[in-house]
């Protein structure tokens, strides 16, 4: 049981243009979605996080908009650039306080060409 | 380097043997987890502790895979008996558990190849 989907399973983007990944969670208990990159032969590092509370975050040229009706959380990358090609997971846990395990989704390969 | 450290790096070994890896977290982490990444797919969750208690194991771990933390600090995760379907990357990360967020900072991986 995939509990979290993510798409696309890759993407190019020309240098300058938008980055859009989504992902879909079923588990309403889920409290916090994280992004991590991870570039190959590397542990995943971490983007940028929403909790359900809020719609959008920002950060610098990446931003989290999350729909809690829809069970839907997206990722945009702004400007993308050659150095942002890399993997892109999106993940949800159940309870921000809690810190309990991280689902993944199966990941998204970004390639930004010039 | 004040991140999460994991040896070794690289592991080679042929079916049928024991293996061995070492995760070392952020100072003062209470969470500590393990997870597994094969090509072309996201981390899956394996186990984690906290502190030195081992709170809670996926069943993915089957037998053969054990883990410790000891004193609360490093982690081991031995793998028994191996075979050609462990061959994958395992995944340390840590987190602060009285932290505001669920944040877990990964090690760079130890990738496993079963001959």
């Known amino acids: 049981q995939q509990q979290v989907k993510q798409s696309p399973q890759s993407l190019i983007v020309q240098k300058g243009g938008i980055s859009i990944i989504n992902c879909a969670y079923e588990?309403?208990?889920?409290?916090?979605f994280p992004w991590y990159q991870q570039f190959p032969g590397k542990g995943p590092a971490l983007l940028i996080a929403?909790?359900?509370?809020?719609s959008e975050k920002k950060e610098g040229r990446f931003t989290i908009s999350f729909n809690k009706s829809a069970k839907q959380f997206s990722l945009h990358i702004m400007d993308s650039q050659p150095g942002d090609s890399a993997t892109y997971f999106c993940?949800?846990?159940?309870?921000?306080?809690?810190?309990?395990?991280?689902?993944f989704g199966k990941g998204t390969r970004l390639s930004v060409i010039a | 380097d004040t991140g999460v450290s994991q040896d070794p790096r690289h592991k080679i070994t042929k079916r049928g043997q024991n293996v061995t890896f070492r995760c070392d977290p952020i100072?003062?982490?209470?969470?500590l987890y393990w997870y597994r990444q094969t090509l072309g797919q996201g981390p899956e969750f394996l186990t984690y502790?906290?502190?030195?208690?081992?709170?809670?194991k996926s069943r993915l771990l089957s037998d053969r895979f054990s883990a410790e933390r000891p004193k609360g600090s490093f982690s081991t995760l031995e793998i028994q008996h191996t075979e050609q379907g462990d061959s994958a990357m395992y995944l340390c990360?840590?987190?602060?558990?009285?932290?505001?967020?669920?944040?877990?900072?990964f090690g760079p991986g130890t990738r496993l190849t079963v001959l």
């Open positions: 990360a840590s987190s602060r558990l009285a932290q505001a967020y669920n944040e877990q900072f």
């Open positions: 588990n309403t208990a889920f409290d916090y």
């Open positions: 929403i909790r359900p509370d809020v």
């Open positions: 993940a949800a846990s159940g309870s921000f306080s809690g810190n309990t395990p991280l689902v």
């Open positions: 100072s003062e982490h209470n969470r």
């Open positions: 502790f906290q502190n030195e208690a081992q709170l809670e």
